[in-house]
């Protein structure tokens, strides 16, 4: 079984920047696809990206294209979320998950689940 701990959140400006790592802990991530959701207050949890094994396929919802990277360091068995350009819709709770399908696009592909780090995008 695997843990995962979000860290990195914080309030940014919009315009600003903001990495957020998870780290797994329990066993090696080097068999999961990891991916990234958020939920903002009163709706529903999104998916928002999400990185196979070899790091060879990402994928991303739309409204983060082009602002947001996610990337893995399986060695250090930790996945990122690099994200600029931030808008006040990015603000947020932003969850790290971890799967065994290969590219997962939905939480119900996902059975582990960190706690969750808080972005607010704000002015």
């Known amino acids: 079984q695997v843990q995962l701990e979000e860290s990195g959140g914080g309030l940014v400006q919009p315009g600003g920047s903001l990495r957020l790592s998870c780290a797994a802990s329990?066993?090696?991530?080097?068999?999961?696809?990891m991916g990234w959701f958020r939920q903002a207050p009163g709706k529903e949890r999104e998916f928002v990206a999400a990185i196979n094994w070899s790091s060879t396929s990402t994928y991303y919802t739309d409204s983060v294209k082009g602002r947001f990277t996610i990337s893995r360091d399986n060695a250090k068995n930790t996945v990122s979320l690099q994200m600029n350009s931030l808008k006040s819709e990015d603000t947020g709770v932003y969850f790290c998950?971890?799967?065994?399908?290969?590219?997962?696009?939905?939480?119900?592909?996902?059975?582990?689940w960190g706690q969750g780090t808080q972005v607010t995008v704000s002015s």
């Open positions: 998950a971890a799967s065994e399908f290969v590219l997962p696009l939905t939480g119900r592909q996902y059975g582990w």
């Open positions: 329990g066993r090696t991530i080097l068999r999961y696809a």
